[in-house]
């Protein structure tokens, strides 16, 4: 029955025109983050299951790559030098992605924006 339904979900989102590739940049962030806390900024996905991420902290920057999978219901991040981290994902309005994490303290939930 789950299976069934995250099958539906999937094609559903296929044939809407939903896909997870492109360039996608966080546009809202709750709750806001404290000053020095790493947060992502920009996040591409490519057609080929990789990844490359920029993330901010106060007034530095730092870029990370990995590979990715996609469900259609979670995003599962594997950085090349560090633990994956899974979100769950959701198509929002106007090409809109929204991330939630619940294994960071405090729960995180993420909008991001495909470029066009």
């Given at each position: 029955?789950?299976?069934?339904?995250?099958?539906?979900?999937?094609?559903?989102?296929?044939?809407?025109?939903?896909?997870?590739?492109?360039?996608?940049?966080?546009?809202?962030?709750?709750?806001?983050?404290?000053?020095?806390?790493?947060?992502?900024?920009?996040?591409?996905?490519?057609?080929?299951?990789?990844?490359?991420?920029?993330?901010?902290?106060s007034?530095?920057?730092?870029?990370?790559?990995?590979?990715?999978?996609?469900?259609?219901?979670?995003l599962?991040?594997?950085?090349?030098?560090?633990?994956?981290?899974?979100?769950?994902?959701?198509?929002?309005?106007?090409?809109?992605?929204?991330?939630?994490?619940?294994?960071?303290?405090?729960?995180?939930?993420?909008?991001?924006?495909?470029?066009?």
């Amino acid at each position: 029955m789950v299976a069934m339904r995250r099958l539906s979900l999937f094609a559903f989102l296929l044939l809407a025109g939903c896909r997870v590739t492109g360039t996608w940049d966080v546009v809202a962030l709750e709750p806001d983050p404290a000053p020095d806390e790493w947060v992502l900024d920009t996040i591409t996905l490519t057609d080929q299951g990789l990844y490359s991420a920029t993330r901010m902290a106060s007034t530095k920057r730092e870029t990370t790559t990995g590979a990715y999978t996609f469900n259609g219901l979670e995003l599962k991040l594997q950085p090349k030098d560090s633990e994956p981290r899974t979100y769950a994902a959701t198509f929002g309005p106007g090409m809109t992605l929204v991330l939630k994490s619940d294994a960071q303290e405090p729960a995180r939930t993420l909008r991001l924006k495909r470029r066009e």
